[in-house]
């Protein structure tokens, strides 16, 4: 934890197993610990299941307080583990791209296969942009906002404002 009361420092969080954030404060805000999520039911976590590192919460700055809004992480800061969310988001979208009728069973791989370069920006991440935009300009409205929603959480503002135009 800490070693001096003048260091800025994440706190822990806690985050049900689908991903709806419990608190970013977990040791400053003992009240509002939850052994299970009030709005899905789900168990809740406070460090990740591979490594069992905390999830990093809100930054607290010393003599200031907490600076950041706590959104869930989508991986672990130490092992690069997906969080139980993370994978269930990944799940999901595999088997969205399998329903969308609009789609070869090619380009469904190609959609499926893409999502690892989005997710974990490397050198393929341009390219995969590129598969993901043309592929996704195939399918209709409907699946479109489909695919947006189940991948929100998971991608990078930057590679959501290329892919869906925001």
Not at 85 to 90: A, N, R, S
Not at 133 to 143: H, N
């Amino acid at each position: 934890m800490r070693m001096y009361e003048s260091e800025s420092y994440y706190e822990m969080a806690q985050v049900c197993k689908n991903g709806h954030s419990i608190t970013g404060r977990y040791n400053g805000s003992p009240a509002l610990r939850q052994d299970f999520c009030s709005k899905c039911g789900q168990p809740t976590i406070t460090k990740c299941e591979k490594c069992g590192e905390s999830i990093r919460g809100k930054y607290i700055v010393a003599g200031i307080g907490d600076m950041t809004k706590f959104n869930p992480p989508s991986f672990c800061h130490k092992c690069g583990s997906a969080y139980p969310w993370t994978t269930k988001k990944i799940e999901a979208f595999s088997e969205l791209a399998d329903e969308l009728d609009e789609l070869s069973d090619d380009e469904k791989a190609k959609l499926k296969l893409s999502l690892d370069d989005l997710i974990n920006t490397s050198p393929k991440t341009q390219l995969a942009e590129t598969h993901f935009k043309k592929i996704l300009s195939k399918v209709s409205k409907e699946s479109y906002d489909l695919v947006k929603g189940v991948l929100t959480d998971i991608l990078s503002e930057t590679i959501k404002k290329s892919i869906f135009k925001q």
